[in-house]
C-alpha cells in the first residue's frame, strides 16, 4: 500500500524559467502526456486527489480526477514557492542582470530566497503545515498530492527523511511520481530510499 503519491504537475510553456507564482496553463506536450500519466497511475487505487490551486497543477489533478471518479480538493498551501523579481526569468537571465546575487543563491540552495520572494523558512513552514493538513484529511487512502518539484521536495526532505539529491532526481521531470507510505515519516535518508518504489519520470 502506498499512501501517499507526490504527483509534479505536467509542462507549460515557462519550462525552464521561475515559475513559482505565476499561473500559465499546460502545453500542448503537457497535455499530450496526460494520458500517459493517468494510465501509470492505475496501478494504484485512488481515493483522494488534493491540488494547488494554480492552474497547471489543477489541470493535472482534473485528468486524473476525472478518471478516478474523485473531485479534486483545492489546497492554496500547495503553490510552489514564490520567487518574487525572478518570476519568469530564466537562470541564464538571472546571471546577466545580477551575477553576485545568483552566484550567492546557488552557494545558500535550497535555503536560498529570491529577491522580494518568499522567504524559504517561511515556503518550508506553509509546506509542513500542508502535509500534516493532509494527514489528517485523508481518510480514504491512497491519495492524490498534485503539486510543485518545490513543494515535493520540501515534503520529502522534512517529512520523509530523504536526502536533497534524492528528492531533486525523483522530481526532475513534469509529471514526475512519488509514491510513500505513512510508516516512511521521519525515517532517515537510508531508511526511505530503500523502501522507495522505482523512479518514475
Known sequence: MRDFLFIRHAETDMAGRFCGHSDPELNERGRQRLAGLVDM???????????????RAHQTADAIGQHFGAEPRVRSGLREIQFGLWEGLSWSEIEMRDPLLARRWVEEYPKSTAPNGEPFQQFVSRVRKEVSLLQEEATKLPIAVVTHAGVIRVALTTWFGMSEQEAWDRTR??????????NLIH???????????????
Open 173 to 182: 521531470c513534469y509529471g514526475s511520481v512519488v509514491a510513500l507510505d505513512k
Open 187 to 201: 525515517r532517515t535518508a537510508t531508511e526511505v530510499s530503500s523502501l522507495l518504489t522505482p523512479k518514475i519520470c
Open 41 to 55: 497511475l492505475s496501478a494504484y487505487e485512488i481515493r483522494e486527489v488534493f491540488t494547488s490551486d494554480l492552474r
